[in-house]
Structures are given as C-alpha cells and as structure tokens.
C-alpha cells in the first residue's frame, strides 16, 4: 500500500489501489509552485485516498474558475496530494514514502509551456498543448 508524507512528518497519507503512470506536468503554476520545471504526478479516484495523520495541518489554493487546487503543509510547506476535480486526487510522487517502485513517467503535459532551459530525457509521451497563467 503506497504511503507518503510531507517533509516535516505532520502530514501523511496511504493510498488504497496501485499506482501507475506518473504525468509531469510543465505548466506555468506547476513551474511556480515547485520552483523547479514543474511538477510529477500519479492520478488515482478519490475513493482510494486518504490522510492518515495532520489533516489540521493543511492549506489549500485554488486557481481561480478551475477545479485544480494545491495542498501543502503548513508547517513545511511541502506539496500534497490535491485534488483536480471533484473525482480525482493528483499525488506528488515525491511525497511518497513507500509503494513507488514501479512507477514511470508515462506522460509530458503542457509541453508547448515548459521552460526554455528544460530539456526532456525520458520516454513519456509529449503532449504539446500550451498553458500560461
């Protein structure tokens, strides 16, 4: 069963099914929101998500007129699994503890907003929409 936390230890969570493809997503807020070339994920069902410990420790953004949202720890600040619909959790894979052994990046998304100093190496599949915020 994977498991993950944030960096402090206040937070963590188990998640109820296997995980499969990890999706990095190249947008502008993902950019921002990690500081980094932006964010890899693994998409589950809301249903086999669920926090295990310091639920009072998180905070929310929303992005204005989207269901997509970020979590992150009040105490350290680490992202968390969030959701991006009233269906679906995405799960930052470096949040996991446990339970990630076979995972891979599956897909590129919003590759036509990545940063220009980025360069992908892997295999995931490119998808080249575009996306500024």
């Known amino acids: ?12 969570y188990q998640v109820n099914v296997e995980l499969k493809d990890v999706y990095v997503c190249h947008c502008s807020i993902c950019r921002r929101a990690t500081g980094s070339g932006g964010i890899a994920v693994t998409v589950i069902s809301k249903e086999n998500f669920q926090w295990t410990k310091g639920e009072e420790f998180l905070a929310n953004w929303q992005k ?19 959701k991006d619909s009233d269906t679906h959790i ?14 891979r990046v599956a897909h590129h998304i919003w590759v036509g907003s990545k940063a220009n100093w980025e360069e992908i190496g892997d ?11």
């Not at 069963?1 to 963590?12: D, L, R």
């Not at 295999?123 to 915020?133: A, I, M, V």
């Open 123 to 133: 295999d995931g599949k490119l998808h080249y929409e575009n996306f500024q915020s």
């Open 90 to 103: 995405y799960i930052p894979v470096g949040t996991l503890t446990s339970g990630d052994g076979d995972l």
């Open 64 to 82: 204005p007129n989207h269901d997509w949202e970020n979590s992150f720890c009040k105490n350290c600040g680490s992202l968390l699994p969030a």
């Open 1 to 12: 069963m994977p498991k993950g936390q944030c960096n402090c230890g206040e937070v963590a």
